[in-house]
């Protein structure tokens, strides 16, 4: 079964700097890698996918991601974040072989951002 | 247009009572999922339907039951509410099982 890790569970930047989110995860093959962000009081909304192909992965919002096989990481990257990325992040990892399989969600890492 | 809605948006209820959430989802989506966000934001899935087909059932009390009308609607019915049930409870729909989810604007319950 696979398995994610969120090591930072706080995370404190200033505004204009940039951001780097980490994400491991545990799989025997290429899983599908997710990132959600979770606004105060919302649901969650994708900020991009992993698949296959191009191992750098942009989403919405100007966020990027990394897929690393070696290193079994899918970190997420913002080069300049604004006060309204202070939210939740969640790393998500799936795989597809039966019927049964699911999403696991990482604990999330709480973003705040410094003016 | 609202994809995935859920209702209600806050539950109020006290030890013992049995309520419903509900969830429709206008996507066109074949697998409707409910999970629990407990204080710590930990998001744990609890069942998954696919094609009104339950598909993962994971260890949750017998009083929690899931009802599929129909591909759009995934229904949560809690019964003998405990104050350990106090969460939010998120609906959630993709177009395949394992894809891409599209999460309601959750339920925040809350027993007393």
């Known amino acids: 079964a696979q398995s994610v890790t969120q090591p930072d569970i706080h995370i404190t930047v200033s505004e204009g700097a940039s951001l780097e989110l980490r994400c491991n995860y545990s799989?025997?093959?290429?899983?599908?890698l997710f990132w959600y962000v979770q606004s105060p009081g919302q649901g969650l909304q994708l900020l991009l996918k992993?698949?296959?192909?191009?191992?750098l992965v942009q989403g919405i919002k100007g966020f990027e991601a990394e897929f690393k096989r070696s290193q079994s990481s899918f970190n997420l990257r913002k080069p300049s974040v604004h006060w309204s990325d202070a939210a939740e992040y969640f790393c998500?990892?799936?795989?597809?072989?039966?019927?049964?399989?699911?999403?696991?969600f990482g604990k999330g890492t709480r973003l705040h951002i410094l003016p | 247009d609202t994809a995935v809605s859920q209702t209600p948006k806050y539950l109020v209820t006290q030890m013992g009572n049995d309520k419903s959430i509900k969830c429709e989802q206008n996507?066109?989506?074949?697998?409707m999922y409910w999970y629990k966000q407990d204080s710590k934001k930990f998001l744990k899935i609890m069942f998954s339907y696919n094609n009104k087909e339950l598909i993962i059932n994971e260890t949750v009390p017998n009083r929690f039951s899931p009802k599929s009308p129909d591909k759009a609607h995934l229904n949560l019915h809690i019964n003998s509410l405990e104050l350990g049930d106090s969460a939010v409870y998120f609906c959630?729909?993709?177009?395949?099982?394992?894809?891409?989810?599209?999460f309601g604007p959750g339920t925040r319950l809350t027993v007393t």
């Open positions: 959630a729909s993709s177009p395949k099982i394992v894809g891409v989810q599209y």
């Open positions: 998500a990892v799936g795989a597809r072989l039966n019927r049964d399989d699911k999403i696991i």
């Open positions: 996507l066109g989506h074949d697998t």
């Open positions: 992993y698949f296959s192909g191009d191992t």
């Open positions: 799989y025997g093959a290429t899983p599908y």
